[in-house]
């Protein structure tokens, strides 16, 4: 199991820019593909992002592709999540996960393609 704590929402106007963080503990980072999510009252949860184990890989959801930017340091066992232009339709919490990873290359996108899961943080944009 992959205990994950994310860190970095809050309140910010519409225009600005935040950066998400995704600290991992418990297993080897490094083995597993890293997603965000994120999810609105009342609505289900949505990709955002997703980036391969090693070889930075990235995939995004169309509603974010050219504002939001997944990295992640195995270094640092941290996966981050750089959203600049925001919108208050970005509004929710975001949550990441992690993934199984059968080849470096992997990049997941679908919900049931990850496994562990952290709190959440909450983001809000003002208009």
């Known amino acids: 199991q992959v205990r994950l704590v994310e860190s970095g929402g809050g309140l910010v106007q519409a225009g600005g820019s935040l950066r998400l963080s995704c600290a991992a503990s418990g297993r080897t980072f490094s083995n597993y593909a890293m997603g965000w999510f994120r999810q609105a009252p009342g609505t289900e949860r949505e990709f955002v992002a997703s980036i391969s184990r090693s070889d930075g890989n990235t995939y995004y959801a169309d509603s974010v592709k050219g504002r939001f930017t997944i990295s992640r340091d195995n270094a640092k066992n941290t996966v981050y999540l750089h959203m600049n232009s925001l919108k208050p339709e970005d509004t929710a919490v975001y949550y990441c996960?992690?993934?199984?990873?059968?080849?470096?290359?992997?990049?997941?996108?679908?919900?049931?393609?990850?496994?562990?899961w952290g709190q959440g943080t909450q983001v809000t944009v003002s208009s």
């Open positions: 996960a992690t993934a199984p990873s059968y080849y470096s290359g992997y990049v997941p996108t679908s919900y049931g393609d990850f496994g562990s």
